[in-house]
């Protein structure tokens, strides 16, 4: 059974800072691109972020230049840094391996930006 297992959420002020970590086994993790999704209050989940196996990065418009996203290939993990957070990042987030039509979701973490 493939487990992607997400930490590293919580409560931040707006202009704050978070980093989300996603791991997996070795396995999923060489050959599969790793993406992070959301999910706001009353919202359909969104695509954030992706980085593929081989470090290609992309990136919704609204994340652009305030998240970054990156894979350490000896931990089996990905990272989503968020810079600069807004209110309207409050979301569960959710990490995702991808590789052809194969796909694994992680059980999510909650990002909250409330002053």
């Known amino acids: 059974q493939v487990q992607l297992v997400e930490s590293g959420g919580g409560l931040v002020q707006p202009g704050g800072s978070l980093r989300l970590s996603c791991a997996t086994s070795r396995s999923i993790f060489r050959l599969y691109a790793m993406g992070w999704y959301r999910q706001g209050p009353g919202k359909q989940r969104e695509w954030v972020a992706t980085?593929?196996?081989?470090?290609?990065?992309k990136y919704v418009d609204s994340v652009k230049g305030r998240f970054a996203i990156s894979r350490d290939n000896f931990k089996n993990t990905v990272y989503l840094q968020m810079n600069s957070l807004k209110p309207e990042d409050t979301a569960v987030y959710y990490c995702?391996?991808?590789?052809?039509?194969?796909?694994?979701w992680g059980q999510g973490t909650q990002v909250t930006v409330s002053s």
């Open positions: 980085i593929s196996s081989v470090g290609n990065r």
């Open positions: 995702r391996a991808d590789r052809g039509a194969e796909g694994y």
